[in-house]
């Protein structure tokens, strides 16, 4: 059977690859229902359309006889011979992920079953799902808008409690909601404007310029606030990168094992013990945080030494976040200054080590305005605030982070961008008092441009670039 046809019933194994005590293998289509009686046996002797919807059901699973090449294939069980149990239940259009009808077979999760069950529906007359094609059929029958359907995929994806949060947050809709707020409003626009267009030789005033002015203004500021959360929430769903930086033997490595609890790097008393880049993954209130040790920053002759400093500097430049790290006990030094003023254009956090030490260095000697932490990594005295300062600095603590839609997506992000350009552009028309229609043009592409993102405009090989991201069985 021919890929592709959005008529086909498909299947996949919907569970992760290995073995489990669970695996589910999915049927969508007009067709499901008829494909999975042909090797479901319910135990109760029912057919399984007679069951109500999204009830389960205990069955064997029968291999199905359908012709003598497979029946005479010695890697599968015979025609009707049991090859497992299973939990079956089948939905019922609508009321499914997809918007169609649905049966999930679950039983053991070995790979030999799941693939015997996978196997018996293309038998039976289903083919196998093509990447992301369960999510694009709910997003084509309108269980999802395209937002929601690429939270799918980020909700998989998660690995921490706020990116888990962000997902769910555009799953249900949220994001979709005020990108609709905003279009539904140019919209309106374009119609009264439209209106003034098609009945200008009769001097009707269908919307006044302030008025006008007023809205574009409104939907730009909208527009340019959900852009503006895009990289706190690039770094809540793929994580953030955090590199510690400074002179040999500041405590640097101490202060990597502070923040990770256990004894990951090396530390001793030698200069210069750190060669190459150290990196470990830490959750920092819900924020994925990889925190990579360098090596010491100073002159040196030896080559080794040389090559991981190298790797320091470029780990900096790459860095979401620079902690730039201070030897409190002994004043400031020439490489100390170099690493601040090199790590003032970006985000950076100073900490001042050894904090159980006489003080040399106070947080009036440093940078005017930089972030400061006195920390001992000895004593772990200010590591939980350098945490929270950490936090802070990469996402920030207000209540935008806390309770708010964040763009995610760097397709929304450039939607948003592209949107807020043609309202600025669409502003100045409107204030140069330049024709209608090249104001119309203007918002009629700010429109179209926020439509991507939830799908209302969208083409096929947008579509098929998002949903070959998805797993086969997604």
């Not at 920092?284 to 040790?293: A, N, R």
């Not at 004043?331 to 950076?348: C, I, T, V, W």
């Given at each position: 059977m021919l890929r592709g046809g959005p008529e086909d019933t498909i299947c996949a194994i919907a569970t992760p690859a290995g073995e489990g005590g669970i695996g589910i293998v999915r049927l969508s289509g007009s067709q499901a229902l008829r494909i999975a009686d042909k090797f479901v046996q319910l135990r109760s002797g029912q057919p399984l359309a007679s069951v109500p919807s999204h009830t389960l059901c205990l069955a064997d699973l029968r291999f199905p006889d359908m012709n003598q090449t497979v029946a005479l294939d010695p890697s599968i069980p015979k025609p009707r011979e049991c090859f497992d149990e299973a939990l079956v239940v089948y939905m019922k259009a609508p009321r499914s992920f997809t918007?169609?009808?649905?049966?999930?077979?679950?039983?053991?999760?070995?790979?030999?079953?799941?693939?015997?069950?996978?196997?018996?529906?293309?038998?039976?007359?289903?083919?196998?799902?093509?990447?992301?094609?369960?999510?694009?059929?709910?997003?084509?029958?309108?269980?999802?808008?395209?937002?929601?359907a690429e939270a799918v995929l980020d909700t998989i994806r998660a690995k921490s409690a706020a990116s888990l949060t962000a997902a769910q947050r555009q799953l249900r809709g949220d994001l979709a909601r005020e990108v609709d707020t905003a279009r539904e409003a140019l919209v309106h626009l374009l119609a009264q404007l439209e209106a003034g267009i098609d009945f200008g030789d009769e001097d009707v005033d269908i919307i006044?310029?302030?008025?006008?002015?007023?809205?574009?203004?409104?939907?730009?500021?909208l527009v340019e606030r959900l852009r503006d959360t895009a990289r706190a929430g690039r770094l809540l769903r793929d994580g953030a990168r955090v590199v510690i930086a400074g002179r040999?033997?500041?405590?640097?490595?101490?202060?990597?094992?502070?923040?990770?609890?256990?004894?990951?790097?090396?530390?001793?008393a030698v200069p210069?013990?750190?060669?190459?880049?150290?990196?470990?993954?830490?959750?920092?209130?819900?924020?994925?945080?990889?925190?990579?040790?360098t090596a010491g920053i100073r002159d040196t002759e030896d080559p080794v030494e040389h090559e991981g400093i190298k790797r320091s500097w470029s780990a900096q430049e790459q860095a979401?976040?620079?902690?730039?790290?201070?030897?409190?006990?002994?004043?400031?030094?020439?490489?100390?200054?170099?690493?601040?003023?090199?790590?003032?254009?970006?985000?950076?956090?100073?900490v001042i080590n050894k904090a159980d030490l006489p003080a040399q260095v106070s947080p009036t000697s440093v940078k005017p305005g930089s972030v400061c932490i006195a920390v001992s990594a000895k004593t772990g005295d200010g590591v939980e605030d350098l945490r929270l300062a950490i936090r802070a600095q990469l996402i920030g603590s207000g209540p935008e982070t806390a309770d708010g839609v964040l763009v995610t997506n760097v397709r929304h992000q450039t939607a948003l961008t592209r949107a807020h350009e043609s309202l600025v552009e669409a502003t100045s028309s409107i204030k140069d008092e330049m024709a209608a229609e090249l104001v119309a043009v203007d918002l009629r592409a700010a429109a179209d441009a926020l439509g991507e993102i939830t799908g209302a405009i969208t083409n096929e090989e947008i579509l098929s670039r998002i949903f070959s991201?998805?797993?086969?069985?997604?």
């Open positions: 918007g169609e009808d649905i049966v999930e077979i679950q039983s053991h999760g070995g790979s030999l079953i799941l693939s015997l069950t996978c196997r018996a529906c293309l038998e039976a007359g289903a083919r196998l799902a093509e990447p992301g094609e369960f999510t694009k059929r709910a997003f084509l029958n309108g269980r999802l808008d395209l937002s929601q006044h310029k302030q008025d006008l002015v007023g809205t574009v203004d409104r939907v730009a500021r040999p033997n500041v405590g640097k490595s101490s202060l990597l094992n502070r923040l990770l609890k256990e004894e990951r790097a090396i530390v001793t210069g013990t750190t060669r190459d880049l150290i990196e470990e993954a830490i959750d920092l209130g819900g924020v994925l945080v990889h925190l990579v040790d979401d976040l620079r902690v730039i790290v201070l030897d409190g006990s002994l004043p400031l030094s020439a490489d100390d200054r170099r690493l601040m003023d090199q790590a003032a254009e970006m985000r950076h956090v100073i991201t998805f797993c086969i069985g997604k």
